[in-house]
């Protein structure tokens, strides 16, 4: 034999213990798939359902239609981008300068995209995010069809084509057609039966470690709904435990007494013990509250920074309502069980109810479920009661209150809903399992009753309701009806037709609720100008060296454009956002929303230079003045201007900034306090007075009135629609601006024009901002139209400005001066070094956050001596002097968070390892055997008599395998 062809046997033994284990795993595979095949069959009908939907609405790569819509098109879209950039261009995940001026990254991260699915965006792709997302959503829905099949199948013992179809009718329920663009809820929605069956499991067998893990991945990947479903995991606990036990039911019955050889205090606290763990109730209730606890100590170094960001934003700002309120009628409420019902998206209008649609079917199976004789009065009690708590969180503002995190969502409401339609799935599936004990007559009374509510809610009218829902629920209850009486049939195979069942479920989703998706937006009106705006600002890049500038375009098409685009920038809209910057921006007549979102839009160049502005893109022609601004380059419809006014992220201003106000109804007051407090010039923008005004069906207004700008209209006629022109004459040529603003919102859009040919239209509506007219001449008589819509009377704050060019050169160059200049800036970290005049304050226009340090001198700075410039912006007090001036970031709350998590998790796995190892393992002497172990000592004397042979008699006792059924120590007797 040749030698080189000799096998090596320890060679040959590694591969065959390789191969053995392969051959192992693939074996675990294959039994793992199979017996999780009915869920896995559930997620693929889910994600084919989404195909279809896909395919209907020209998505990709069906079409060019993108699933954006609402704050998915405005908010996640946009922060989706800026995460792919992060991770590509190994960015902090701590702050990021590209929205609102710099805000915490963190926030936004654990709020929108901290869910494992989301790095799946690393294979589309920025320009791809549109699709990416679409993924995303239909990934998440199709695992949220997996684990509900997953918790039917496994906490009610039935595997069957059945349980794939509930796990299709939770997947696609009516929180899903509502709210599939909130893609940060979806993982809380797909977790929800996992922490079910991980109640159920704590309870049944004892074991932590479902619980423990899926409540642990639901804080990491969204927070928010995190928070719901710990509520939802104490009330499903108990209405659990007290569905199928009482407070006295033990594991193991009553228990050997202590042996009179121990001490006295020994034996008391052995007793104790005893008691606690033998106590079905204390047990479940303590390893309930420690896993809980410990699920969300192990996420602390999140959780506690993430308290300090949610502490500045404006979702921890509202406070306790006073008094009860009610939000629908009961009946309208049952009536949006039915199918084919338009989704609740917005908190205002008449048809405001939760989205819980889930299914005909289990609108059938839940009055069989109340008259079934398999489940106990006091589980159906526990249940029903259980749903009614849910109904009252609806129902009830003060409840609906602590279920959003102690605040009212300003649009999507009752963010909970699919809690009840899971809820309610678990019912009727239990119906389900007990069919047999129906009649065909029983079940086609059911149908019959969801058909006669049908036509009564048609009848007597209800919100939502249209002709479709009607005709959809009588053709899929006449459907189920028949389905479920042929699985009752023992002519029919049972697997075929809850596989027809499950067909039905389908074809009902596809039918009922196609239509009820929203996706419109091209792709090309969304990603069609990227590379264009890419090349202009890598242009920008060369000439400043680096990428750390602010920047902002005239026209915004997303609110988050500067994480779309990936520039620095001031725009924002987030819920993390800070709610004391956004008072600021609107304040300074910016467009904002006042609490979590502000827009740019050409400003004045006061405010320019205040936030640091350095460029501003034109994609709108919006850009007329050159003293202001100078073209430094262009590509496709983008061109890029210097700001010749712009200064630092950080410069001096005199103490007196201190005192700066920001409160007042018009912004061109309130940027005049800054310039005035900061450097001493007043009044650099000058007000222009209407002069004269033209009114029709809206009573005259005052001299005072006409001096203030605050003109307070009253309608004439009471009723239509009133207008006044309003008329002023530009005193000098200069830069100029007008502002309108209405109390009740009853303006929706003003025209302006001008004796020498000047035209514009301004859209107002419901958030009003400053709008530049550019450089009007002397003499120039400018009118304002101002149709008033809606409301008999209101207020119109109207002004007008112009620039003094000589008061703001002065302002300006007094602050250039004593600016900082920047050496390095990373996200984290700034360093510089400025010469300052005098003593003053060192002004920033970075957010103030308790995560930033300032260093001056190398000395850390007081946190105490630190300024809130208009209660929004980081400032500290400074020497005269040269001085070395550094700010670091760092989120508050991280590093006691860290340490909280390493020790929550370190004792976590201790625990784990110590019960493999079965240290904790209670197997106690009960009563009976105690007795039997007294009967075996006297032996002899007994099998003498030939009354009892104690070698034949073997008790084997297990309680977890216990009947639920079974009361505490019966097995015992009858045993015994």
């Excluded at 047990?283 to 410990?294: C, E, I, N, Y």
């Excluded at 005192?659 to 309130?670: I, K, L, Q, S, T």
């Excluded at 001056?856 to 007081?862: H, K, M, P, Q, T």
């Excluded at 590093?895 to 909280?900: L, Q, S």
Aim: with cysteine; net charge neutral.
């Amino acid at each position: 034999m040749d030698r080189n062809k000799q096998i090596n046997p320890t060679e040959n033994t590694a591969v065959k213990s390789t191969e053995k284990r392969f051959k192992l795993n693939g074996e675990a595979i294959r039994k793992t798939v199979y017996e999780n095949r009915f869920a896995l069959i559930a997620a693929a009908c889910t994600s084919l359902i989404m195909i279809v939907v896909y395919f209907c609405y020209d998505l990709f790569p069906f079409g060019n239609i993108t699933i954006l819509r609402m704050d998915l098109y405005h908010q996640y879209g946009p922060l989706y981008a800026e995460f792919y950039d992060r991770i590509v261009n190994g960015s902090s995940f701590l702050y990021s300068w590209t929205t609102g001026g710099g805000s915490s990254f963190l926030g936004n991260y654990l709020n929108y995209v901290s869910s494992p699915f989301s790095f799946l965006i690393l294979l589309f792709g920025h320009k791809n995010m549109p699709e990416a997302i679409a993924a995303i959503i239909l990934l998440k829905a199709a695992a949220a069809s997996f684990t509900s099949s997953y918790y039917f199948g496994n906490s009610q013992k039935l595997k069957s084509p059945a349980t794939s179809a509930f796990g299709v009718l939770y997947a696609c329920s009516g929180f899903f057609i509502a709210y599939y663009w909130n893609v940060m809820w979806l993982d809380g929605f797909y977790l929800l039966p996992l922490v079910a069956l991980g109640i159920e499991k704590l309870i049944n067998e004892r074991k932590m470690k479902l619980y423990y893990l899926s409540l642990v991945l639901a804080a990491l990947t969204n927070f928010y709904m995190a928070y719901m479903l710990a509520i939802f995991s104490v009330l499903y606990f108990f209405a659990y435990y007290f569905g199928r036990h009482t407070l006295n039911d033990t594991y193991f019955g009553k228990l050997a007494s202590v042996s009179k050889d121990k001490a006295p205090l020994k034996r008391l606290l052995i007793k104790i013990g005893r008691f606690f763990r033998n106590s079905r109730f204390l047990d479940s209730g303590v390893r309930f509250a420690f896993t809980s606890l410990g699920a969300l100590l192990s996420c602390a170094f999140l959780l506690v920074p993430l308290y300090y960001i949610l502490n500045a934003c404006s979702a921890t700002s509202d406070s306790w309502p006073q008094n009860w309120k009610t939000y629908f009628s009961v009946f309208d409420f049952l009536s949006n069980h039915l199918a084919y019902l338009n989704p609740t998206i917005r908190s205002s209008g008449e048809d405001v109810l939760p989205n819980i649609y889930c299914g005909v079917l289990p609108l059938l199976l839940l009055p069989l479920y109340l008259f079934s004789k398999k489940t106990s009065v006091r589980e159906k009690a526990a249940d029903i009661t259980l749903l009614g708590v849910f109904f009252a969180s609806f129902y009830l503002n003060k409840l609906n209150f602590i279920w959003h995190g102690f605040h009212f969502p300003n649009d999507l409401p009752y963010r909970f809903s699919n809690m009840y339609s899971f809820l309610l799935l678990i019912l009727a599936f239990k119906a389900y399992k007990s069919l047999k004990e129906f009649t065909g007559r029983q079940i086609l009374g059911a149908g019959v009753a969801v058909i006669l509510f049908s036509v009564l809610v048609q009848e007597i009218g209800s919100k939502n309701f249209t002709e479709l829902t009607l005709w959809i629920t009588i053709a899929f209850a006449g459907i189920y009806v028949s389905t479920l009486c042929m699985l009752r049939d023992k002519r029919y195979p049972a697997y075929a037709v809850a596989a027809l069942l499950l067909c039905a479920v389908c074809a009902e989703y596809t039918v009922a609720n196609t239509n009820h998706y929203s996706m419109d937006q091209s792709k090309q009106s969304y990603t069609g100008d990227y590379d264009d705006f890419v090349a202009v600002k890598d242009m920008l890049d060369k000439q400043e060296g680096n990428d750390r500038y602010r920047m902002e375009l005239t026209k915004i098409r997303a609110r988050m454009d500067p994480a779309w685009y990936g520039y620095n920038g001031v725009s924002t809209f987030s819920s993390m956002a800070y709610e004391k910057v956004s008072n600021l921006h609107y304040h300074l007549g910016l467009y904002s929303n006042y609490i979590n979102s502000h827009t740019y839009n050409p400003q004045t160049p006061v405010y320019n230079a205040m936030f640091a502005l350095k460029y501003l893109v034109d994609n709108s022609s919006k850009i007329s003045n050159h003293n202001l601004y100078t073209e430094v380059a262009s590509y496709g419809t983008f061109k890029a201007y210097r700001n010749n006014y712009y200064l630092p992220i950080a410069f001096r201003t005199d103490s007196n900034l201190s005192f700066w106000v920001h409160d007042d109804n018009n912004p061109f007051a309130n940027q005049n306090s800054f310039i005035e407090n900061a450097t001493g010039v007043p009044e650099v923008l000058k007000n222009i007075a209407a002069f004269d005004a033209q009114y029709s069906d809206i009573d005259y207004f005052t001299d005072e009135e006409f001096a203030t700008g605050n003109f307070y209209y009253n309608k004439t006629e009471g009723v239509g629609e009133g207008t006044v022109t309003m008329s002023f004459i530009v005193p000098e040529t200069q830069n100029t601006y007008i502002y309108l603003r209405s109390s009740s919102s009853s303006v929706k859009a003003i025209d302006i024009s001008s004796d020498y040919g000047y035209f514009a239209s301004q859209a107002i509506d419901t958030k009003p901002y400053v709008f530049d007219l550019g450089i009007r001449e002397a003499g120039e008589t400018l009118k304002v139209k101002i149709p008033i819509t809606g409301g008999n009377s209101g207020v119109l704050y109207l002004h007008v400005a112009g620039l003094d060019m000589e008061a703001f050169s002065l302002a300006y160059d007094m602050l250039r001066e004593d600016s900082l200049n920047v050496t390095s800036f990373e996200d984290t970290k700034i360093t510089g070094d400025i010469n300052v005049s005098a003593d003053g304050i060192l002004y920033t226009s970075i957010s103030y956050d308790e995560g930033w340090s300032v260093f001056i001198d190398g000395e850390r700075v007081y946190s105490g001596n630190y300024i809130k410039s208009a209660d929004a912006l980081l400032g500290v007090p400074i020497t005269a002097g040269y001085h070395t001036v550094e700010f670091k970031y760092s989120p508050r709350g991280m590093v006691i968070g860290a340490a909280i998590s390493i020790l929550t998790v370190g004792i976590a796995v201790l625990f784990y390892l110590l019960t493999k190892l079965k240290a904790f393992e209670f197997c106690p002497k009960t009563a009976r055997e105690e007795e039997l172990e007294s009967l075996e000592a006297q032996a002899p004397i007994i099998l003498h008599s030939g009354d009892i042979n104690l070698e034949d008699t073997v008790i084997y006792f297990d309680p977890l395998k216990k009947s639920e059924k079974e009361k505490p120590g019966e097995e015992d007797d009858k045993k015994s």
